[in-house]
């Protein structure tokens, strides 16, 4: 089949599958507190459905899916779901995106089933810093996570954090040495506009947050970076630890977009800043055969936009970031 290039001949490779909306977290830049709005479980796609969708990707020529959520490892039976994806000729990356609190005993199964690198969000390394962002008191869960994560044999883990000035700019130093003293890959990232709590937050320019970081730790560039994302990343001369900055706001990476979404509902989000999107989901439970589907993400591949447009338009995108898929 044909591959997927969009109309700016970016080839698409890459695909992030939401596959619940709902978190155990209220993270401050994500989900309201009290937040009731979340898909319906009736119209979750169920794990044949999401399978034969991503199989009709990677025969396309994505070769990286990424589980994301919501919190991906609430969802049940989400170990045999990755095992199913993991099978699809042709797929070379199956990767977890999660915060962590349920890791622990998750790790080793969905190792098992083959998937191969982990992304845990870690926004505080202090408890009650942790609480306040996250809505939760349970930093220690997802410390016993990564420690699991690491005794199933994951490596590189990456840390997510996303940096909010006056909540845990001040921490940046010590993640850092944390992800130095552990091996972890660091990647800090700037908030972005989605959703009313996504506009809420205050976040800080990192464009040269990360250049200062890899001076002050003897860190060197790293050439060929890690993994498909936007992230420029540094490294320890012995390559054993990374830091990567991820900028949608300050130094947007348009230009090199490789992916699109795929939300709880099947629906296609073709860019993370517009509202683009096309209902797979509903296509296929409407009868529509792979023949069908495939013309459809072709169409919608045609029109994904070339950039996002937070700066310009903050308040266009309603949505949660729960509901797209991160």
Not at 127 to 146: E, H, K, N, Q, Y
Not at 196 to 201: F, H, L
Not at 216 to 243: F, K, N
Not at 273 to 278: M, S
């Amino acid at each position: 089949m044909t591959r997927l290039i969009d109309s700016f001949q970016r080839r698409i490779d890459y695909l992030r599958v939401s596959v619940t909306d709902r978190c155990d977290l209220r993270c401050t830049y994500c989900l309201p507190k009290g937040f009731k709005g979340f898909e319906e479980p009736a119209h979750w796609l169920r794990h044949e459905e999401m399978s034969r969708l991503v199989g009709l990707f990677v025969g396309l020529g994505v070769s990286k899916v990424r589980l994301t959520g919501g919190e991906p490892l609430l969802r049940r039976g989400v170990t045999d779901l990755a095992r199913q994806i993991a099978a699809l000729p042709g797929l070379r990356d199956l990767s977890v995106s999660s915060n962590g609190t349920q890791l622990a005993r998750h790790a080793a199964g969905l190792r098992e089933a083959g998937v191969s690198r982990l992304n845990i969000s870690l926004d505080s390394l202090d408890a009650d810093c942790f609480a306040r962002i996250t809505g939760r008191d349970c930093l220690s869960d997802v410390l016993d996570g990564l420690r699991a994560a690491r005794e199933a044999g994951f490596k590189p883990i990456k840390l997510n954090m996303v940096v909010q000035a006056d909540v845990n700019l001040d921490e940046v130093q010590r993640m850092v040495t944390f992800a130095i003293e552990q091996g972890f890959v660091l990647r800090l990232i700037e908030p972005m506009p989605v959703g009313d709590t996504g506009r809420a937050t205050q976040g800080v320019d990192l464009s040269k947050l990360g250049e200062q970081l890899a001076a002050q730790h003897g860190l060197v560039p790293e050439i060929m970076g890690q993994g498909a994302g936007p992230a420029r990343y540094w490294c320890t001369p012995d390559r054993q630890m990374s830091l990567g900055v991820i900028t949608p706001m300050s130094q947007h990476f348009c230009e090199a977009c490789n992916r699109v979404r795929l939300g709880v509902d099947g629906t296609l989000y073709l860019c993370l800043g517009q509202n683009d999107q096309v209902p797979l989901g509903r296509m296929m439970r409407e009868g529509a055969s792979d023949a069908e589907l495939v013309a459809a993400i072709h169409g919608g591949i045609l029109v994904k936009p070339e950039r996002h447009e937070f700066n310009e338009r903050p308040q266009q995108i309603v949505r949660f970031m729960s509901q797209t898929g991160g």
